[in-house]
């Protein structure tokens, strides 16, 4: 009986030493696991902006009914609309130069430096001859073919860019026009313009209102034509101090920069028109100073990067699919 009972003691023992041996090495290793193991892999040379992002791309079809009776000459016809990503260079090292060069098209460069995807006023004001530099107008100049005001208004800015631009769109034959790629940078954002009107989605002084609003009049007007909206990439904003802001964090009053890109996505969506992702896709918080030769403005390395990331999809995924029902 002695013996029988010093055993069921001995076992005893044994098990709690068991349980608390059990608990000693998970405790351990609870804590090597919340300390972490040290990487002896150098990352100096590893460059965050080669990682996958995902981005808001949406790059659609041509519906083939679209382009029935449309004689295809051969030649791809690109005319870009926007602000400075064009109109900064036009020379052999400008974005438009170089999206001919990557993708044998004839590109149309009728871009106006400072512009706007939006009008400052609802309506014209004559006192205020620069919105007809503003998309909305660009483009009532091509569906009306009418360039005397626009020429008039070009002339007297002291800046040649303007009459070189318009004069450029005076040789467009819109019925050649196979592709219109806008592109604004983040003058919108940094100037206060509004990212849109929840009241008026067609406000055209709202920086989405403005942009869908000439996204359907070119739909409207010529159906056959292709149209990619490019984002703005990456970018700061110069305060009144002269300090710089991160657009991604900074809100001016109606939202970060990169809120301006998920509108601009939206609108694009909404008008079932492709749309190119440049914020995180191209020129981004990450490698901004090597494309970038201010807060806002590319370089001629910058200028190429966007011109690659178009001539791509314009060389590789410019589809067509046959919605018609059968």
């Known amino acids: 009986m002695k013996h029988r009972k010093n055993f069921r003691v001995n076992l005893h023992i044994i098990l709690i030493a068991a349980i608390v041996l059990i608990a000693v090495v998970a405790v351990y290793r609870l804590y090597r696991w919340n300390k972490g193991t040290p ?16 981005t808001l791309d949406m790059i659609l079809p041509m519906d083939a009914s679209l382009l029935a009776g449309r004689e295809d ?29 990557k993708t044998g098209a004839n590109v149309y460069d009728c871009a106006f430096p400072d512009s706007s995807a939006a009008c400052k006023y609802p309506m014209y004001n004559p006192e205020y001859t620069k919105d007809h530099f503003n998309l909305y107008y660009v483009v009532e100049c091509f569906r009306n073919n009418e360039f005397t005001a626009i020429s008039s208004i070009a002339s007297d800015e002291a800046d040649p860019r303007y009459a070189e631009s318009v004069e450029v769109m005076k040789t467009v034959d819109m019925d050649k026009v196979d592709v219109i790629l806008i592109m604004y940078d983040s003058t919108d954002y940094n100037v206060g313009t509004p990212s849109d009107n929840p009241d008026n989605p067609y406000d055209v002084t709202a920086f989405t209102g403005g942009l869908r609003t000439t996204l359907n009049n070119i739909k409207n007007t010529w159906p056959y034509i292709r149209i990619f909206v490019m984002s703005p990439t990456y970018a700061q904003h110069l305060d009144e101090d002269g300090n710089l802001q991160n657009g991604t964090t900074t809100d001016l009053g109606n939202g970060t920069l990169n809120h301006y890109l998920v509108k601009e996505s939206g609108a694009a969506m909404d008008c079932g028109v492709s749309f190119v992702d440049n914020y995180y896709g191209t020129i981004n918080e990450d490698n901004y100073k090597e494309y970038m030769k201010d807060h806002m403005r590319y370089n001629e390395k910058g200028r190429e990067k966007l011109a690659e990331r178009i001539a791509d999809i314009i060389n590789n995924r410019m589809g067509v699919v046959n919605s018609t029902a059968e």
């Open 39 to 54: 990487l002896d892999t150098d990352t100096s040379d590893v460059d965050p902006s080669e990682f996958d992002v995902e």
């Open 73 to 101: 000459d051969g030649v791809t016809t690109i005319l870009c609309l926007g602000n400075n990503p064009f109109s900064d260079d036009r020379g052999d090292t400008g974005l438009a130069s170089q999206i001919a060069s």
